[in-house]
Protein backbone atom coordinates (compact mmCIF):
# COMPACT_ATOMS: atom_id res chain seq x y z
CA UNK A 1 0.00 0.00 0.00
CA UNK A 2 1.57 3.06 -0.74
CA UNK A 3 1.83 6.28 1.46
CA UNK A 4 -1.00 8.21 0.59
CA UNK A 5 -3.34 4.60 0.52
CA UNK A 6 -2.79 4.68 4.46
CA UNK A 7 -2.45 7.82 5.13
CA UNK A 8 -6.69 7.01 3.49
CA UNK A 9 -7.38 4.39 5.55
CA UNK A 10 -5.62 5.34 8.65
CA UNK A 11 -7.78 8.28 8.53
CA UNK A 12 -11.12 6.22 7.86
CA UNK A 13 -10.40 4.11 10.86
CA UNK A 14 -9.09 7.06 12.99
CA UNK A 15 -10.53 10.04 12.30
CA UNK A 16 -13.87 9.93 14.40
CA UNK A 17 -11.37 9.40 17.23
CA UNK A 18 -9.27 12.00 16.44
CA UNK A 19 -12.08 14.78 16.27
CA UNK A 20 -13.31 13.59 19.42
CA UNK A 21 -10.07 13.68 21.10
CA UNK A 22 -9.59 17.53 19.95
CA UNK A 23 -13.48 18.57 20.63
CA UNK A 24 -12.56 17.75 24.33
CA UNK A 25 -9.99 19.81 24.25
CA UNK A 26 -10.67 22.73 22.33
CA UNK A 27 -14.85 22.67 23.31
CA UNK A 28 -15.60 23.17 20.07
CA UNK A 29 -16.76 20.63 17.47
CA UNK A 30 -15.87 23.13 14.39
CA UNK A 31 -12.26 24.12 15.22
CA UNK A 32 -11.66 20.13 16.70
CA UNK A 33 -12.46 19.27 12.74
CA UNK A 34 -10.46 22.03 11.62
CA UNK A 35 -7.51 21.11 13.40
CA UNK A 36 -7.88 17.08 12.38
CA UNK A 37 -8.14 17.98 8.44
CA UNK A 38 -4.88 20.26 9.14
CA UNK A 39 -2.97 16.87 9.90
CA UNK A 40 -4.75 14.82 7.65
CA UNK A 41 -3.30 16.90 4.84
CA UNK A 42 -0.33 17.70 6.41
CA UNK A 43 0.37 13.73 6.46
CA UNK A 44 -0.61 13.44 2.77
CA UNK A 45 2.40 16.19 2.67
CA UNK A 46 4.80 14.35 4.53
CA UNK A 47 4.02 10.72 5.10
CA UNK A 48 5.19 10.18 0.80
CA UNK A 49 8.00 11.83 1.06
CA UNK A 50 9.23 10.63 4.73
CA UNK A 51 7.63 7.81 5.41
CA UNK A 52 4.88 6.25 7.47
CA UNK A 53 5.68 6.83 11.50
CA UNK A 54 5.43 4.23 13.42
CA UNK A 55 2.27 5.18 15.48
CA UNK A 56 0.08 6.66 11.94
CA UNK A 57 -3.28 7.61 14.43
CA UNK A 58 -0.50 9.23 17.44
CA UNK A 59 1.21 10.96 14.53
CA UNK A 60 -2.03 12.65 13.41
CA UNK A 61 -3.22 13.41 17.13
CA UNK A 62 0.20 14.99 18.23
CA UNK A 63 0.26 17.33 14.89
CA UNK A 64 -3.42 18.55 15.20
CA UNK A 65 -2.61 19.22 18.92
CA UNK A 66 0.20 21.51 17.94
CA UNK A 67 -2.11 23.47 15.41
CA UNK A 68 -4.51 23.69 18.36
CA UNK A 69 -1.72 25.05 20.56
CA UNK A 70 -0.43 27.56 17.86
CA UNK A 71 -4.00 28.86 17.56
CA UNK A 72 -4.12 29.51 21.75
CA UNK A 73 -0.64 30.87 21.42
CA UNK A 74 -1.63 33.07 19.11
CA UNK A 75 -4.79 34.23 20.58
CA UNK A 76 -3.33 34.69 23.44
CA UNK A 77 -5.69 32.97 25.39
CA UNK A 78 -4.09 31.28 28.61
CA UNK A 79 -6.54 29.31 30.46
CA UNK A 80 -7.14 26.02 31.23
CA UNK A 81 -7.58 24.71 27.96
CA UNK A 82 -3.73 25.74 27.43
CA UNK A 83 -2.75 23.91 30.39
CA UNK A 84 -4.73 20.63 29.72
CA UNK A 85 -3.54 20.46 26.18
CA UNK A 86 -0.11 20.45 27.82
CA UNK A 87 -1.02 18.03 30.16
CA UNK A 88 -2.38 15.69 28.02
CA UNK A 89 0.49 14.88 26.01
CA UNK A 90 1.68 11.81 27.97
CA UNK A 91 -1.40 9.71 26.98
CA UNK A 92 0.50 7.32 24.49
CA UNK A 93 -0.75 8.90 21.34
CA UNK A 94 -4.36 6.99 21.14
CA UNK A 95 -6.40 8.65 19.31
CA UNK A 96 -9.74 9.74 21.69
CA UNK A 97 -11.06 7.57 24.41
CA UNK A 98 -14.49 5.35 23.76
CA UNK A 99 -16.15 7.74 25.58
CA UNK A 100 -14.26 10.61 23.60
CA UNK A 101 -15.96 9.18 20.55
CA UNK A 102 -19.56 8.34 22.05
CA UNK A 103 -19.48 11.67 22.98
CA UNK A 104 -18.97 12.83 19.18
CA UNK A 105 -21.74 10.83 17.91
CA UNK A 106 -24.04 12.51 20.45
CA UNK A 107 -22.88 15.98 19.74
CA UNK A 108 -23.21 15.32 15.64
CA UNK A 109 -26.94 13.69 16.31
CA UNK A 110 -27.92 16.64 18.38
CA UNK A 111 -31.59 17.25 18.85
CA UNK A 112 -30.47 21.40 17.69
CA UNK A 113 -29.55 19.96 14.57
CA UNK A 114 -32.02 18.82 11.47
CA UNK A 115 -31.92 15.10 10.62
CA UNK A 116 -30.35 15.79 7.05
CA UNK A 117 -27.60 17.52 8.87
CA UNK A 118 -27.33 15.33 11.64
CA UNK A 119 -26.71 12.63 9.00
CA UNK A 120 -24.24 14.66 7.49
CA UNK A 121 -22.31 15.47 9.95
CA UNK A 122 -21.81 12.45 11.62
CA UNK A 123 -20.55 10.44 7.90
CA UNK A 124 -18.18 13.39 7.98
CA UNK A 125 -17.18 13.43 11.71
CA UNK A 126 -17.42 9.98 12.71
CA UNK A 127 -17.38 8.21 9.64
CA UNK A 128 -15.11 10.05 8.14
CA UNK A 129 -15.72 10.91 4.80
CA UNK A 130 -15.18 14.14 2.64
CA UNK A 131 -17.52 16.25 1.63
CA UNK A 132 -17.50 14.88 -2.37
CA UNK A 133 -17.69 11.59 -0.56
CA UNK A 134 -21.02 12.34 1.11
CA UNK A 135 -22.31 14.50 -1.35
CA UNK A 136 -21.80 11.36 -3.95
CA UNK A 137 -23.97 9.21 -1.58
CA UNK A 138 -26.85 11.38 -0.77
CA UNK A 139 -26.74 12.35 -4.45
CA UNK A 140 -26.45 16.62 -4.27
CA UNK A 141 -24.49 18.75 -5.17
CA UNK A 142 -20.73 18.94 -2.74
CA UNK A 143 -21.63 22.76 -2.60
CA UNK A 144 -24.98 21.40 -0.85
CA UNK A 145 -23.67 19.10 1.88
CA UNK A 146 -20.34 21.90 2.46
CA UNK A 147 -23.26 24.41 3.54
CA UNK A 148 -25.29 22.03 5.31
CA UNK A 149 -22.04 20.86 7.98
CA UNK A 150 -20.71 24.40 7.98
CA UNK A 151 -24.55 25.53 9.19
CA UNK A 152 -24.28 22.39 11.39
CA UNK A 153 -21.21 23.53 12.89
CA UNK A 154 -22.62 27.27 13.32
CA UNK A 155 -25.27 25.60 15.12
CA UNK A 156 -23.85 23.64 17.52
CA UNK A 157 -21.55 26.47 18.64
CA UNK A 158 -24.43 29.51 18.78
CA UNK A 159 -26.09 26.83 20.96
CA UNK A 160 -23.35 26.20 23.03
CA UNK A 161 -24.09 22.22 22.57
CA UNK A 162 -21.55 20.50 25.35
CA UNK A 163 -19.26 18.18 24.42
CA UNK A 164 -19.59 14.87 26.25
CA UNK A 165 -22.23 12.66 27.48
CA UNK A 166 -25.50 13.21 27.74
CA UNK A 167 -27.33 13.23 31.36
CA UNK A 168 -29.08 10.10 32.70
CA UNK A 169 -31.79 11.03 32.11
CA UNK A 170 -31.60 12.33 28.61
CA UNK A 171 -29.64 9.07 27.17
CA UNK A 172 -32.52 7.22 25.74
CA UNK A 173 -34.69 9.99 23.98
CA UNK A 174 -30.89 11.15 22.65
CA UNK A 175 -29.68 7.63 22.13
CA UNK A 176 -33.02 7.10 19.93
CA UNK A 177 -31.95 10.50 17.51
CA UNK A 178 -28.69 8.46 17.04
CA UNK A 179 -30.34 5.32 15.73
CA UNK A 180 -32.75 7.39 13.78
CA UNK A 181 -29.53 8.89 12.00
CA UNK A 182 -27.75 5.66 11.48
CA UNK A 183 -31.16 4.18 10.28
CA UNK A 184 -31.82 6.86 8.04
CA UNK A 185 -28.29 6.63 5.88
CA UNK A 186 -28.74 2.73 5.99
CA UNK A 187 -31.95 3.07 4.25
CA UNK A 188 -31.45 5.67 1.67
CA UNK A 189 -28.88 3.20 0.66
CA UNK A 190 -31.01 0.25 1.00
CA UNK A 191 -33.88 1.52 -1.14
CA UNK A 192 -32.29 5.02 -2.78
CA UNK A 193 -34.58 7.55 -2.85
CA UNK A 194 -33.37 9.24 -5.72
CA UNK A 195 -30.97 8.58 -9.07
CA UNK A 196 -30.83 5.58 -10.89
CA UNK A 197 -29.59 3.15 -8.50
CA UNK A 198 -32.30 1.20 -6.40
CA UNK A 199 -29.63 0.23 -4.25
CA UNK A 200 -26.62 2.35 -2.78
CA UNK A 201 -24.59 -0.28 -1.08
CA UNK A 202 -21.74 2.28 -0.28
CA UNK A 203 -24.41 4.44 1.69
CA UNK A 204 -25.58 0.90 3.93
CA UNK A 205 -22.06 -0.04 4.31
CA UNK A 206 -21.26 2.95 6.10
CA UNK A 207 -24.31 3.21 8.18
CA UNK A 208 -23.64 -0.40 9.18
CA UNK A 209 -19.58 0.67 10.34
CA UNK A 210 -21.57 3.26 12.69
CA UNK A 211 -23.99 0.89 13.93
CA UNK A 212 -20.86 -1.52 14.64
CA UNK A 213 -19.29 1.51 16.37
CA UNK A 214 -22.34 2.22 18.72
CA UNK A 215 -22.69 -1.71 19.46
CA UNK A 216 -18.70 -1.75 20.91
CA UNK A 217 -19.27 1.48 22.77
CA UNK A 218 -22.62 0.90 24.29
CA UNK A 219 -22.74 -2.85 25.04
CA UNK A 220 -25.74 -3.18 27.13
CA UNK A 221 -27.84 -1.34 25.42
CA UNK A 222 -30.17 -3.94 23.04
CA UNK A 223 -31.74 -1.78 20.90
CA UNK A 224 -28.31 -0.66 19.39
CA UNK A 225 -27.77 -4.47 18.93
CA UNK A 226 -31.01 -4.19 17.50
CA UNK A 227 -30.34 -1.86 14.89
CA UNK A 228 -26.95 -4.10 14.05
CA UNK A 229 -29.02 -7.24 13.33
CA UNK A 230 -31.75 -5.54 11.43
CA UNK A 231 -28.87 -3.50 9.26
CA UNK A 232 -26.68 -6.65 8.73
CA UNK A 233 -29.50 -9.44 7.69
CA UNK A 234 -31.35 -6.75 5.53
CA UNK A 235 -27.62 -6.14 3.98
CA UNK A 236 -27.14 -9.90 3.03
CA UNK A 237 -29.85 -9.95 0.65
CA UNK A 238 -28.19 -7.37 -1.79
CA UNK A 239 -26.87 -9.45 -4.31
CA UNK A 240 -29.75 -10.96 -4.56
CA UNK A 241 -32.12 -7.80 -4.29
CA UNK A 242 -31.18 -6.73 -8.25
CA UNK A 243 -31.19 -8.49 -11.65
CA UNK A 244 -28.17 -8.04 -14.37
CA UNK A 245 -29.76 -4.79 -15.27
CA UNK A 246 -29.92 -3.61 -12.28
CA UNK A 247 -33.46 -4.18 -11.94
CA UNK A 248 -35.24 -5.09 -8.80
CA UNK A 249 -36.11 -8.69 -7.50
CA UNK A 250 -39.00 -9.26 -5.63
CA UNK A 251 -38.33 -11.03 -2.01
CA UNK A 252 -40.46 -13.88 -3.39
CA UNK A 253 -38.32 -13.99 -7.00
CA UNK A 254 -34.95 -13.60 -4.93
CA UNK A 255 -32.01 -16.39 -5.26
CA UNK A 256 -31.46 -16.98 -1.70
CA UNK A 257 -27.84 -18.99 -2.41
CA UNK A 258 -26.89 -15.22 -3.32
CA UNK A 259 -27.92 -13.95 0.37
CA UNK A 260 -24.61 -13.37 2.39
CA UNK A 261 -24.77 -15.96 5.17
CA UNK A 262 -21.91 -13.87 7.06
CA UNK A 263 -24.12 -10.86 7.16
CA UNK A 264 -26.74 -13.26 8.71
CA UNK A 265 -25.04 -15.25 11.03
CA UNK A 266 -23.62 -11.52 12.26
CA UNK A 267 -26.96 -10.27 12.46
CA UNK A 268 -28.88 -13.48 14.11
CA UNK A 269 -25.71 -13.13 16.50
CA UNK A 270 -26.40 -9.55 17.19
CA UNK A 271 -30.28 -10.30 17.64
CA UNK A 272 -29.46 -12.92 19.86
CA UNK A 273 -27.40 -10.58 22.35
CA UNK A 274 -30.27 -7.67 22.05
CA UNK A 275 -32.31 -10.51 23.62
CA UNK A 276 -30.30 -11.48 25.99
CA UNK A 277 -29.95 -8.41 28.15
CA UNK A 278 -33.15 -8.62 28.92
CA UNK A 279 -34.23 -5.42 29.21
CA UNK A 280 -37.66 -4.70 26.80
CA UNK A 281 -37.48 -5.13 23.24
CA UNK A 282 -37.48 -2.02 20.87
CA UNK A 283 -38.38 -1.21 17.23
CA UNK A 284 -35.01 -1.56 16.11
CA UNK A 285 -35.25 -4.96 17.18
CA UNK A 286 -38.79 -6.06 16.52
CA UNK A 287 -37.96 -5.45 12.71
CA UNK A 288 -34.77 -7.43 13.47
CA UNK A 289 -37.01 -10.28 14.71
CA UNK A 290 -38.73 -9.99 11.43
CA UNK A 291 -35.72 -9.64 9.39
CA UNK A 292 -34.24 -12.71 10.52
CA UNK A 293 -37.96 -14.82 9.80
CA UNK A 294 -37.22 -14.22 6.38
CA UNK A 295 -33.16 -15.09 6.52
CA UNK A 296 -34.19 -18.48 8.08
CA UNK A 297 -36.43 -19.96 5.55
CA UNK A 298 -34.91 -21.48 2.88
CA UNK A 299 -37.47 -21.08 0.43
CA UNK A 300 -40.30 -17.90 0.22
CA UNK A 301 -42.70 -20.50 0.78
CA UNK A 302 -41.15 -21.72 4.36
CA UNK A 303 -41.02 -18.29 5.75
CA UNK A 304 -43.24 -18.45 9.25
CA UNK A 305 -45.69 -15.46 8.55
CA UNK A 306 -47.68 -15.99 11.51
CA UNK A 307 -44.94 -15.54 13.40
CA UNK A 308 -44.18 -12.31 11.00
CA UNK A 309 -47.60 -11.11 11.51
CA UNK A 310 -47.58 -11.27 15.03
CA UNK A 311 -44.34 -9.21 15.64
CA UNK A 312 -45.92 -6.72 13.25
CA UNK A 313 -48.72 -6.57 15.88
CA UNK A 314 -46.24 -5.93 18.52
CA UNK A 315 -43.94 -3.13 16.30
CA UNK A 316 -47.56 -0.93 15.42
CA UNK A 317 -47.73 -0.90 19.21
CA UNK A 318 -44.16 0.35 19.53
CA UNK A 319 -43.69 2.14 16.52
CA UNK A 320 -47.43 3.02 15.29
CA UNK A 321 -46.84 4.49 11.52
CA UNK A 322 -48.84 3.53 8.52
CA UNK A 323 -45.85 2.50 6.77
CA UNK A 324 -45.93 0.02 9.62
CA UNK A 325 -49.04 -1.26 8.58
CA UNK A 326 -48.69 -1.37 5.26
CA UNK A 327 -45.94 -4.21 5.99
CA UNK A 328 -48.07 -5.44 8.27
CA UNK A 329 -50.38 -6.24 5.34
CA UNK A 330 -48.20 -7.95 3.38
CA UNK A 331 -47.72 -10.75 6.17
CA UNK A 332 -51.72 -10.16 6.45
CA UNK A 333 -51.59 -11.61 2.65
CA UNK A 334 -50.05 -14.69 3.42
CA UNK A 335 -51.78 -15.23 6.73
CA UNK A 336 -55.63 -14.52 5.98
CA UNK A 337 -55.37 -14.30 2.46
CA UNK A 338 -55.61 -11.06 -0.10
CA UNK A 339 -58.83 -9.84 0.66
CA UNK A 340 -58.53 -9.34 4.02
CA UNK A 341 -54.99 -7.67 3.09
CA UNK A 342 -56.88 -5.00 0.48
CA UNK A 343 -59.17 -4.05 3.21
CA UNK A 344 -56.33 -2.88 5.54
CA UNK A 345 -55.23 -1.01 2.55
CA UNK A 346 -57.40 0.49 1.62
CA UNK A 347 -58.20 1.49 4.86
CA UNK A 348 -54.68 3.10 4.75
CA UNK A 349 -55.41 4.71 1.18
CA UNK A 350 -57.38 7.54 3.15
CA UNK A 351 -54.04 8.17 4.74
CA UNK A 352 -52.70 11.65 3.74
CA UNK A 353 -48.72 10.76 4.77
CA UNK A 354 -49.34 7.93 2.13
CA UNK A 355 -50.52 10.13 -0.98
CA UNK A 356 -47.65 9.80 -2.40
CA UNK A 357 -45.95 6.79 -1.07
CA UNK A 358 -45.08 4.82 -3.98
CA UNK A 359 -45.44 1.53 -1.93
CA UNK A 360 -48.80 1.75 -1.36
CA UNK A 361 -50.00 1.19 -5.04
CA UNK A 362 -47.50 -1.21 -5.59
CA UNK A 363 -48.76 -3.30 -2.99
CA UNK A 364 -52.77 -2.62 -3.39
CA UNK A 365 -51.50 -3.46 -7.47
CA UNK A 366 -50.76 -6.49 -6.41
CA UNK A 367 -53.28 -7.57 -4.18
CA UNK A 368 -55.92 -6.59 -6.70
CA UNK A 369 -54.10 -8.64 -9.08
CA UNK A 370 -54.59 -11.58 -6.97
CA UNK A 371 -58.51 -10.89 -6.77
CA UNK A 372 -57.94 -11.35 -10.47
CA UNK A 373 -59.47 -7.35 -11.16
CA UNK A 374 -57.11 -6.81 -13.47
CA UNK A 375 -57.80 -3.37 -14.74
CA UNK A 376 -58.12 -2.14 -11.60
CA UNK A 377 -54.93 -3.27 -10.78
CA UNK A 378 -53.05 -1.88 -13.75
CA UNK A 379 -54.31 1.16 -13.55
CA UNK A 380 -53.06 1.43 -9.57
CA UNK A 381 -49.60 0.18 -10.63
CA UNK A 382 -49.25 2.94 -13.42
CA UNK A 383 -50.21 5.35 -10.90
CA UNK A 384 -47.43 3.72 -8.42
CA UNK A 385 -44.97 4.21 -11.40
CA UNK A 386 -45.20 7.54 -11.79
CA UNK A 387 -44.48 8.28 -8.16
CA UNK A 388 -41.69 5.46 -7.78
CA UNK A 389 -38.33 7.58 -7.28
CA UNK A 390 -35.98 5.55 -9.44
CA UNK A 391 -36.31 4.89 -12.95
CA UNK A 392 -35.89 1.25 -12.30
CA UNK A 393 -38.66 0.40 -9.67
CA UNK A 394 -40.84 3.00 -12.04
CA UNK A 395 -40.05 0.50 -15.00
CA UNK A 396 -40.79 -2.77 -12.93
CA UNK A 397 -44.18 -1.20 -11.87
CA UNK A 398 -44.72 -0.66 -15.52
CA UNK A 399 -43.80 -4.02 -16.41
CA UNK A 400 -46.65 -5.15 -13.71
CA UNK A 401 -49.23 -2.80 -15.10
CA UNK A 402 -49.01 -3.87 -18.82
CA UNK A 403 -48.45 -7.75 -17.54
CA UNK A 404 -52.00 -6.95 -15.56
CA UNK A 405 -54.33 -6.56 -18.66
CA UNK A 406 -55.86 -9.21 -20.41
Not at 55 to 78: F, H, K, N, Q, S
Not at 82 to 98: H, S
Not at 372 to 381: H, P, W
Request: proline share 5%; charged share 25%; net charge neutral.
Amino acid sequence: MDARRTVEAVWRMHSGRLVASLTRLVNDVGLAEDFAQDAYLAALEQWPREGVPAEPAGWLLTTARRRATDMIRRERVRDEKYALLGADDDDGGAAGTDRELLSLVFVACHPVLSQESRAALTLRMVGGLSTDEIARAFLVPSATIGQRISRAKRTLAEAEVPFGMPDPDELPARLNAVLEVVYLIFTEGYSATSGDRWIRRDLAEQAMRLGRILAALMPAEPEVHGLVALMELQASRFAARTGPDGQPVLLEDQDRSRWDRTLITHGLRALARARTLRKPLGPYTVQAAIAACHARAPRFADTDWAAILALYDALTQLSPSPVVRLNRAIALLHVDGPQAALDEVEELAADPRLGRYHLLGAIRGDLLLRLDRRTEAAEVLERAAALAPTRHERDLLMARAAAALP
